[in-house]
C-alpha cells in the first residue's frame, strides 16, 4: 500500500479518535447535568433531591478539584482568549497534535527519535495558538478602552451613576470589552461590592491602562474628586501613547524584520541541505562532534532570538 494511503489513514484515525473522545465526554457531561437539574427542581414524587448545589457545579465545569484549579495559569487563559473552550477540549487538542505530528513525522521517513522530537514540538501548537488568540483580543480591548472610558465619563456628566455608565459600555460597544465591562456589571448585580468587581476586571484582563481606570475609581470613591474629568484624562493618555506606539513601530519596522529573516535562515538552509544532499547533513547526528555543535547551534538560535526580542521591544 502506498505510504501517503497510510499516512493519511492514520492522521484521519487519530482525528476521528480525538473528535470522538470529545464528544463523548461533552455527551455525559450534559446529560449528567440535565438529571441532576431534573431532580434538583422536580417535586412530582413527593420526595426531596438530596443535590447540593457543589454537585451541580461540578457536573457544569466548575469544580474546585477539578483539572483547571490545579492548574490557574492555564484557567486564566482560556478566560482571557473569550472562547468557550474547556479542559477536555484543551487536553485532547494537545494529544492529537502530539500524535499526529509524530506519526506524521515516521511514516514522512523520519526516525523514532525525530517523530518524539516532533510530537513534542506539536503539543505546544494548542497553548500556541491560545496565546495567539489572547494576544490578538487584549490588544483589540486596549484599542477600544480609550472611547469606552470616554463613554463612561459621559454618562457620568449626564448624571448617572458609574454602574449605570459600566452597563452602557456593556451594551453598547462590541467585544471584546463590551462582554467584559459586562461580566463587571453582572459582578454588581449579584451583589458584589463596585471595588471588588473592578478589582476581577483588572485580574481578568491585564492591561496597565485598566488598572489606571480601576485604581482611580477606588481613590475617587474613598478620597472624592471628579471621576468624569479623570476619565477623560485616562483616555488622552492612552490616546497619546499609542500614537507615540505607532511611531516606534513605524521606526524600528526595518529591524524587525531583519529580526525574522535572521530567525528563519539557519533552520531554512538547514532543511534546503537535507533535501539536496542528505547524507552530508547526516553528519550532524551520526557524529558526537556534529550533535555537539546541532546542540549548540540551536541554543545560540533561542538566544540569538530572545536578544533580538529585547532590542526590538520598546516598552511605551
Partial sequence: MSPIIILIAVFVGVTGVG????????????TTTEGRLQAYTSNAS??????SPRQLLDDLGISTKGFLKRLPALETLFAQTGTNINGSKFLMAT?????????????????????????????????????FIRKRRLAKFAKQLPEALELVSRALRAGHSLASGINLVASEMPDPIGSEFAKCYEEQNFGIALE?????????????????????VILQRQTGGDLAEILDKIGRL???????????QALTGEGRLSGIVLLILPPALFVAMYRLNPEYSQTLFTDPMGRQMLGVAIVMQFLGALVIRQIINIKV
Avoid at 238 to 248: T, V
Fill in 95 to 131: 494529544a492529537v497534535c502530539a500524535v499526529g505530528g509524530g506519526v506524521l513525522t515516521v511514516f514522512a521517513g523520519g526516525l523514532l527519535w525525530a517523530g518524539a522530537a516532533v510530537g513534542l514540538v506539536c503539543c505546544s501548537l494548542p497553548t500556541l495558538y491560545l496565546m
Fill in 238 to 248: 492612552i490616546r497619546e501613547r499609542y500614537k507615540i506606539w505607532g511611531q516606534i
Fill in 196 to 216: 471588588d468587581s473592578l478589582e476581577n476586571f483588572s485580574k481578568r484582563v491585564p492591561n496597565l491602562d485598566l488598572r489606571f481606570f480601576v485604581t482611580a
Fill in 46 to 51: 413527593g420526595k426531596s433531591a438530596e443535590v
Fill in 19 to 30: 473528535i470522538a473522545v470529545v464528544l463523548m465526554l461533552t455527551s455525559s457531561q450534559a
